[in-house]
């Protein structure tokens, strides 16, 4: 059983292994697929009507299933690799060793955001964008433009201390954990860091930069800590709900796991630490 661990504390070995499955996958047309998924989802995930992946309560265990399907593919590829998480309150600038050129490659050059260091500059001829808005087919990052500050653990903190799992509507304007955690309202989590890296993670085709992974197995592994800290909570709502995944709801695009079988992890993966 894989244990997700902080990026932080990756060896250089487990670096290079991460990186190294990461681009087998590209060469091998299996990582495309994926953002093309994600970008179908956030096209289609709507406040007032059908919303699956994104807006929604379902947003967790949908990518918490779809990070396992991520990783089941690196898997594929070499069997030592877990995803790695990044906790952004901790490594929170522009120079903190994420971006390193062992491992994410650091921002975008000022003149077109074009990332020119790490595995995944253009330069290197291994990460064309081959799914894309536009005709630039280069990894691109803004750092800290978009927005100056990534979320603080103080922010975290007061996400983490509301206690409702999700609330009516069911959507972007909803009260609850989960859509602080998502970031339409309060403080702002997830969607923040989206924004603060700027490039592709700012638009639905996000998943084109690997830097998603490690933000999403962070969000991930803030549901884990939440679950923890609320025992007898559930995931809500539990049935009935025109447009949203209820608790015993099969979800798309699998159309095999409903948010329940998702609720626990522990038998398929840890995370190395608590909070
Ligand atoms: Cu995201």
Redesign the pocket.
């Known amino acids: 059983m894989g244990v997700r661990k902080n990026q932080a504390n990756l060896t250089a070995q487990e670096k290079r292994a991460f990186v190294n499955a990461v681009l087998a996958l590209k060469a091998n047309g299996g990582y495309d697929p994926f953002v093309t998924t994600h970008n179908q989802f956030i096209i289609s995930d709507v406040d007032n009507g059908e919303r699956t992946g994104h807006r929604s309560p379902s947003f967790l265990p949908w ?1 918490r299933q779809y990070l396992l399907e991520f990783e089941r593919a690196l898997q594929a590829v070499d069997p030592s690799v877990n995803l790695p998480y990044w906790d952004w309150t901790a490594d929170r600038t522009a120079t903190a060793g994420i971006w390193g050129a062992d491992f994410m490659g650091g921002n975008g050059r000022s003149s077109d955001g074009q990332v020119t260091t790490g595995p995944f500059a253009f330069s290197g001829g291994n990460w064309r964008l081959n799914v894309n808005t536009d005709s630039r087919t280069y990894l691109r990052r803004q750092l800290g433009t978009g927005v100056a500050q990534l979320p603080s653990r103080t922010d975290t903190e007061s996400v983490l201390a509301i206690t409702t799992y999700d609330a009516a509507p069911w959507n972007s304007s909803s009260a609850g954990f989960r859509n602080n955690l998502e970031g339409w309202r309060g403080v702002n989590l ?2 923040r ?2 924004v603060w890296v700027g490039g592709q993670m700012a638009t639905g085709m ?1 998943p084109n930069d690997p830097v ?1 992974w490690l ?2 197995c962070f ?1 991930d592994k803030l549901w884990s800590e939440w679950q923890k800290r609320n025992p007898g909570k559930t995931y809500l709502p539990t049935a009935g709900t025109p447009d949203v995944i209820d608790l015993n709801d099969r979800m798309k695009p699998w159309n095999t796991v409903t948010p329940a079988d998702l609720l626990d992890h522990s038998g398929t993966y840890t995370y190395d630490t608590g909070f």
């Open positions: 990518h997830h969607n860091v989206h996000s998603f933000h999403h969000v």
